[in-house]
């Protein structure tokens, strides 16, 4: 197994939002980055780091204990292409429709995204003619959007490129980001710079995997290099007191597994709604943010990682056929984690070109073409991307015709 044998030095860790004390929970060991898909035949050296994850005892902040340098994730090659979904897709045009109808609905807009990846909010955005910036380090990915003809710069947003826009462009009345946020463990910088981006009365909007959520199934998959940070209600709402900014509004999202859309503006800017109060309430009451839960659920994690070993060893005893579905940067963690290599999966079926006749990080099991899934049919398919569940299995409709069975973690580990 991936985690730890050797106990760890005890090393104090700050937490980067409010520089309090982070205590650690949850140690999932030794692990890769996890969107390094290798070439097979690659004899370069893999980069690891130590994944643990803890709590800041002022503020809350669930994080990681060490940050990955962001060169080494966002990059030329980055993989991730957010349009690779027909779920997300139709999310993120209704994300954009509603910026629309509401805070874009004024003389001479202007929105601002970080972490636009291939354009897939931003292209509904363009087509209604609307001003717009995307901030993108992966060039890649960035490429893809300007191919559409959105507004890229390559490059990351923090306190200097955002204050270079508010010099050329003027100020935003939208700055937005998906599933960018907690991938950013330098708050303060990315404050500043909204501050500076930011129309006096404009909103800064973001929307990452909720901790509720990953308690409530112990997704224990979400936490990997990338995302650096777990929010929850209480946890934003007191990074964006310290950062002179307010927590206005909340709106839970069954995408990605469970996330929350944080609404703020500048402090006093806005009357916050009741959905904020609703969700600290419910955080209060089923103490999302206690220790004690989180270490509950870090027991939780080693039983689905004991029960999916134990699964997958027994199929593979009986002479099975298992695969994988979804090559996500989730699966990182899980394999790594658990122990799963090709000896187990034999191989992981993706639709993503950059991933595919690779291997995965750490344990290097083959990615092939959903072509490959149908031929032949495997007996199980282990699905790692569990957050596209319907769009996939809707997809593939004929593997169950044929008796094939699905492979979930979760909530649980169970064969569907
Ligand atoms: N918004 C898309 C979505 O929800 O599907 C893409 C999410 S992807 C997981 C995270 C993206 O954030 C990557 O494309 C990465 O290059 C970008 N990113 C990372 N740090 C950033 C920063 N400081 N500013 C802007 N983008 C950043
Ligand atoms: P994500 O969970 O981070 O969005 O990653 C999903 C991965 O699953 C990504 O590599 C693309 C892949 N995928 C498929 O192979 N087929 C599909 O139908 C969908 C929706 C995703
Ligand atoms: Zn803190």
Known sequence: YGGSTVPNEPVAVTCKVCGGHVHEFLDLGRQPLSDAFREPESVAPEFFFRLAVGRCESCTMVQLTESVPREKMFHEDYPYHSSGS?????HFATVAR???????????PFIVEMG??????LATINQAGVRHLGFEPSNGVAEAARAQGIRVRTAFFEEETAARVRAQEGPAQVIYAANTMCHIPYPESIFRGVDALLAP?????????YLGDLVAKTSFD??????????????????AEHYGFQLVDVDRLAVHGGEVRYTLARAGARVPSAAVAGLLAEEDASG???????RRFGDSVLRVRDDLVALLRRLRAEGSLVVAYGATAKSATVTNFCGI????????CDSTPAKQHRITPGKHIPVRPPTAFRDPYPDYALLFAWNHADEIMAKEEEFRRRGGQWISYVPDVRVL
């Open 86 to 90: 027909a779920v997300m897709r139709a």
């Open 201 to 209: 009365d404009g909103v800064f909007v973001f929307e990452d995997p």
């Open 341 to 348: 290599g090709p000896e187990l999966v034999s191989y992981v």
């Open 116 to 121: 636009c990846n291939d354009g897939v909010m």
């Open 222 to 239: 979400q936490i990997y290099d990338e995302h650096f940070f777990l929010f929850s209600g209480h946890s934003v709402r007191a990074m």
């Open 98 to 108: 509603r910026f629309l109808d509401t805070e874009l609905a004024v003389p001479d």
């Open 288 to 294: 999302l943010s206690d220790l004690t839960t989180l």
